[in-house]
């Protein structure tokens, strides 16, 4: 298969590719619903899933729910979960696997970022 060249490739294919390498886990998808259903929070709410400036390493990661999706959303359906992401965030979620782990080191969703060239402890923020 040959690929196609940066001149073929329109801004739709760009967008569609970025979003087939945003992942969940088996254990991250589990775990969302597990809070949707907690909190009575309704399936036709989105995972809104974010990067935001700030942080010890210059980005930050958002993550939350959402009753709609915004303009310029792009919406990405994994393992049954509506995940929203504006398309700044797409462009550093490339490749993002996100995890959830409830190991010695603490409990929460982790964010397994190929694009990130930094991190910092908390593992909340990183550099690209």
Sequence with gaps: MTMPSLEETTVEQAFTDLENEITLTEKASSEVKKIMEANKIPETYGLRV????GGCSGLSYSLGFDAEQRENDKVILKEGIRIFVDPKSLFYLSGTQLDFTDGLNG???????PNATKTCGCGSSFGA
């Design 50 to 53: 974010g990067v935001k400036g």
């Design 107 to 113: 409990r929460g969703f982790v964010f397994n970022n």
